[in-house]
């Protein structure tokens, strides 16, 4: 079996596994995905409103593979228990990783970040979900990271390939060309249970202090971080991250 190397592989070969992978469906691209990228692989999920999905594409396929939560001690009490919920159904091999900070040492040092503007979140995001994720990533030497991330959701993911090369390693969206038709669709074929604030009119879910309800009038894009930035920065650089 031949294994791909991040390190060394050509700009054009990755195109064209690109091009290939584009034509198959999720379920064939995971198997790919398991047979030829290397080290250790793992999917991060924020038990948000389409987590069900990749959560139970990537069980089928491989029932041990390593779930990565970053919690940042300001979820919301739904999404703790829609987690409990999901780790049960699926029998979910959970890690879940924290921020080396404490919250109430945090808001000491810095006060609220997410109320500090732009820079603010930038900050309060680094230090609660990005250095978290990070120290997961090396811990468990994952050599290929799946995300559930979809080029539907927004602008900054418009353009997302199925396989990326990040930071060394192999980065993998299996449903990168999903619809939200495609997501309900599945749900329903597999009687996965939703978020319990979808019925709250959330659209996405994260932190309770950084995430709203889609009213009249608002973009999908401004229930998150006041509209100032769609990305957290645990997939795109900072430089992408700007809602703007």
Known sequence: MHLLDPA????????????DLERMGAQARI???L???????????????????????????RPDIPVLLVDTGYLFPETYRYADQLVELLGLDLRV???GIGIAWMEARFGRLWEAGSD?????NQ??????????????????WHAGLRRGQSSSR???????????????????????????AYMLLHDLPEHPLVQQGYVSVGDVHTTAPLRPGMDAAQTRFFGLRRECGLHFDESASSAA
């Open 120 to 124: 603010g979140l930038r900050r309060y």
């Open 8 to 19: 060394t592989l050509p700009a054009a070969e990755l195109d064209a596994i690109n091009r």
């Open 97 to 99: 990783y924290r921020p």
């Open 127 to 144: 230090l609660r979900k990005v250095e978290p994720m990070q120290r997961a990533l090396r811990e468990l030497e994952v050599g290929c």
């Open 158 to 184: 418009s353009g997302i390939e199925v396989l990326q090369v990040k930071d060394g390693r192999f980065k993998f969206h299996p449903i990168a060309d999903w619809t939200d038709i495609d997501v309900g």
């Open 31 to 33: 198997a790919w995905a």
């Open 35 to 61: 047979q030829h990228l290397p080290g250790t692989h793992a999917l991060s999920t924020s038990f948000g409103v389409q987590s069900a999905v990749t959560l139970h594409l990537l069980t089928q396929a």
